[in-house]
């Protein structure tokens, strides 16, 4: 059911959001945890709002490939950050819409009156996935706390085979249904009929979008730049935007995960991306006590699931309608919409789904279809396919850029939608401030 | 571009000239193939050729849920005779070699089922690309009909995938699945569901273009084996030999198969279809293939509930004695094929929560055939044992699965019908006690019904639904639903002593007692009886469902048969002998029995057996006297059972004692087998059995009058 915020609860208020620069995975970011960049980001955010931590009642992050070692990442980022130890941290996840959970989460806590001042947002590395040792092997490591002598040690080794001692990679599949998110995206392309043509120049028009912003300046007011041990070189722009892409580029790239006739390439998915994202949140009492100008107002938001089976990525089609009839908008209300971009032609069968009438009857129980979203109003700074998409991240730099795109483009209200693993999807309504 | 449209097909031509043939049978749900089909292909096949702009071709199925299901069953019940069955099999290899001389590639797009002439239409063409989707599957299971596949499948299979691989598919009909279809090259390519056609029409374009080349390199030791004619023909030889051993000669159409394989690897295509053809209209007329064909028929009608609309809701069943393997697997097929929560209950928590333990074992093993592990943890959850009668109250079925005593069911029962609601169905899985007497102790015996089920339940078809004196007609729906719903093959039947199916079984294994009794050598006959068909002769079958059952159910009959419940001429000779076994200690699989089990089968005649039936002094006994003591016993109680009204009908009597017991399919169960037999015949027998062995061989009067009407059991 989705929520608005306006009614019952107190007004819920955008003040500012930045990210880190976003950066392809085993490059910028390598050799960081998801922690420092989650400090990092978290102390830029302080800095360039003159926030006295102090003030803060929560922070809340999204992360997804949990490190065991900092398993509440939000509780040490937080602390590295100087933020101080008598504020609480907690972190959420929720495959891609992590962040969204950890921002509407800290708009919650605001509007019930449990807080004033939240920070909220999202760290992920996919440079270094968690591997894990092989059951068989694991079991023997934890009774071997126990073992004393040499040959309680042999004992534990006997049985073990060469191959057993391989490290298990973590599995991108789908738990419940062993599906790879690739061939999910690539098998809605083929049930919404888009071809591999059309999510190239999706593709590219991403690249494009994101170029032509950061040549415009648009992107710089997101960033907060950041540099790195040993050598702390500044970093200061997002990596993942390929300037010099083409059709024929693209076109080229075979397809890598339906394997030889599928449509999804490399080319047109999001890369696996480093990255953090915060937003800073308040009352808007809060807010005008402390002098803080907001950029915009939390109107509503939902969280949708489906079949991850058959709809794994299809949520922002069911999330976005049930945000706009709660605020009682329609398509041409909205200036600025913000679609997560897992693959193009995930972007692309929502849009078909978003439009079509026959999706409507179908799945929506007879509704009007919510019509078309007008290209000229879709992710005009870019999006996940260029940007990067790191994935407790994206969440936050989708509302950050929303925001800041109502201001630069002058609207009045935004939509932001993004899918998820396991079948979920959000959608969140801005109002500008 | 040429449209043509016939009632079974549509074709398409897209701007670039691939043209895709859309098969797309008139109110039908699947497509078969039909002659009219094959006419249909031919004409688009000709259209094809004759149209320069057309590059390629698809061949895809307009149903939804699978490409082509087989050949149309029904057009085989209508042959005239073997030459016309021979002619079909003719046009079909007519039409699908104009597909394969073709200049224009041709693609198969596969989604679902292609069965028998379906995988054949596939074989054809240049190019396979199917669904990576649990449904999709290939097989040519016309020998389990008792015939070959007479598209081209003996012919066409081996040249794809090399002749080991193709031979089980030819002589088993095991289905292959998208997976290994692709890895073993019968098919080219995977896609998903959504892409199927798209991807189809880019792989015929590629070909069109030269773009794609199949890769069909087979493995390097089948290449070293199936190069040359001397180990060739050793693999022929293994498989004559594995045929033997496992149809023991009841099945012609295995070796026949054969016969084509070889035939055209050694002689060519052109002989190996020759043969084919004829071979195909030879077995059509086999009284094996119309056996099998007519069993085929009746699981189809018997997929339907008789009773429908009166069943009542089961959202929760519960079964009692969940702990041992019997209510195990009641409680596995309720929670995995019926999708029902079920509770679990036995005399202890810790008991219940074994059975929870053999579901998981037997659904682990089915990891990745069918079932994933997610799959399993979701129908696990479904199954909850609880500790006390009170948690049974949301119960809508409760299945007893107790030990064989009527006072221990009474007990159970009445206090589970203190807390479950009035209208839950009470059923019993007893195999033997009349479900009147049970129903009889209890409060509400309308509700009350018999399910017998057979084990192992997860792997046994059949149910036997028994209607009880007070049963009512929602009671006997209900549980006939849920069985269907567990993907049973249900027959319901009237109750009396044993039923339907432990009466006939339990008539024939005392036969079997009697026979040793009279000098009989255990191995000797266990080896007569799988000549005949059984899967397993009486005495491992005494071993297998272990010899303290045996006698239970021996004691259950023999107070029914005493009492003069089975007719009071009858004066059945009832053996004591399992119950003396069980109790000097042999109790079969799990210890001793008829013979040794060393923890394991070890195929040993435990010779001490013989001193419970007159001494080590064997004699074997000519074939003809154990196979017609035995069959004749089994089929003269059927008889019986379909007079008394026991059975509805002879062909639920077929397919109960086929399904529930292993009765030769091939025979097509006791009914068929009298008919075919010819009724005169078996008054003959039966004469010569009484005379010789004493009044319980007397004959039913049914089978009297019907042979002398000259009338059958099973109307052709």
Known sequence: MPSSLSSGGREVVFVDGCRLPFQQSGTGYADLMAYDMGRMTLKGLLSRNDLDPDGVDRVVLGSVVQDVETSNVAREAALGAGIPKHVPAFTVTMACISSNQALTSGAELIAGGQADVVIAGGTETLSAPPIRLQPK?????????????????????????????????????????GEVMGESADKLAAMFDVSREAQDEYALRSHEKAAEAREEGFLEEELVPASVPPDFDPITEDNGIREDTSMDKLSGLSPSFVKPYGTVSPGNSSPLTDGAS?????????????????????????????????????????????????????????DVFELHEAFAGQVLAVLRACASEAFANEHRDGADPMGEIPMDKLNTWGGSLSLGHPFGATGTRLVTTAAHRLHTEDGRFALVSACAAGGQGHALLLERA | MPALNSDELRLETSNDGIATVWLDQPEQSVNTLAPSTLDALDDATDAINATPDIRAAVFISAKPDGFVAGADLDALRHFDGPEDAAELS?????????????????????????????????????????????????????????????????????????????????????????????????????????????????????????????????????????????????????ARKQIQQETRGNYPAPPRALECVRTGLEDGLDAGSRLESRYFGELAFTPESQALVDLFFLKQEH??????????????????????????????????????????????????????????????????????????DVVMERARPVPGYDDLADADLVIEAVPEDLDVKHTVLRETEEVISDDCVIASNTSGIPITDIAGGLERPENVVGMHYFSPVPSMPLLEVVRGGASSDEAVATATQVGLD?????????????????????????????????????????????????????????????????????????????????????????????????????????????????GRDTDGVNEEVYAFFGGPEREELARQIVEERLSMMMCAEAVRCLEEGILESAEDGDLGAVFGLGFPPSRGGPFRHLDRMGLENAVTRLKRLENQHGPRFAGPSLLAEKADAGDAFRKE
């Not at chain 1, 990525?313 to 945000?323: H, K, N, S």
């Not at chain 2, 030269?210 to 390199?217: H, I, K, L, N």
């Not at chain 2, 030791?221 to 050793?234: G, H, M, P, V, W």
């Open chain 1, 137 to 177: 092997v694991q079991r023997r490591l934890f009774q071997a706390r126990k073992a004393k002598t040499l040959g309680d040690y042999l004992d534990l080794l006997k049985g073990l085979g060469l191959g057993d001692l391989l490290p298990e990679a973590p599995s991108i599949a789908e738990f419940s249904t």
């Open chain 1, 278 to 334: 915060a937003a800073l949140v308040m009352s808007a009492e809060a807010a005008e006590e402390r002098g803080y100008a907001p950029q915009a107002t939390l109107r509503a938001y939902t969280y949708v699931a489906q079949d991850p089976g058959e709809e794994l990525l299809l949520g922002p089609a069911y999330a976005m309608p049930q945000v706009l009839d709660a605020a009682d908008l329609g398509v041409d209300d909205i």
């Open chain 2, 90 to 238: 003719r046009t079909a290899h007519r039409a699908l070699r104009k597909v394969r001389a073709s200049d224009k590639p041709s693609v198969a797009a596969i989604h679902g089922p292609a069965l028998g002439g379906g995988c054949e239409v596939a074989l054809a063409c240049d190019y396979r690309i199917a669904t990576n989707r649990p449904e999709t599957r290939f097989a040519l299971p016309e020998v389990q009909l008792g015939l070959l596949p007479g598209g081209g499948g003996t012919q066409l299979l081996p040249r794809l995938v090399g002749l080991q691989q193709a031979l089980p598919i030819i002589l088993t009909g095991k289905n292959v699945y998208a997976e290994p279809a692709r890895k073993m090259g019968l098919v080219d390519a995977l896609i998903h569901r959504p892409g199927l056609h798209r991807a189809a029409e880019e792989a015929a374009r590629r070909l069109a273009d030269g773009d794609v080349e199949p890769d069909r390199d087979k493995s390097f030791t089948d290449k070293a084996i199936e190069s040359n004619t001397l180990s060739r023909r050793f693999v022929y030889r293994q």
């Open chain 2, 303 to 376: 997929d339907k509930n008789p009773l429908h609309g009166q069943a009542r809701d089961v959202e929760t069943v519960a079964v009692l004695g969940a702990g041992g393997l019997m209510g195990a697997g009641i409680a596995e097929v309720s929670a995995h094929s019926a999708g029902r929560d079920v509770l679990l209950k036995d005399q202890s928590l810790e008991v219940a929560a074994q059975g929870r333990k053999t579901i998981w074992e037997d659904l682990s093993k089915k990891i990745g055939k069918g079932t994933t592990a997610f799959e399993r």
């Open chain 2, 486 to 598: 567990q993907g049973k093959t249900v027959i319901t039947v009237e109750d009396g002593p044993g039923f339907y199916t432990t009466r006939i079984l339990s008539l024939y294994m005392n036969e079997a007692l009697l026979l040793l009794e009279a000098g009989a050598e255990v191995k000797q006959v266990d080896e007569i009886m799988e000549d005949f068909g059984f899967p397993m002769g009486p005495y491992e079958l005494f071993d297998l469902v272990g010899l303290r059952t045996a006698a239970k159910i021996t004691d259950v009959m023999g107070s029914y048969i005493d009492d003069g419940h089975l007719g009071e001429e009858r004066e059945a000779r009832l053996s004591d002998a399992a119950s003396t076994l069980a109790q000097a200690g042999l109790t079969g699989q799990k210890g001793e029995g008829f013979y040794e089990y060393d």
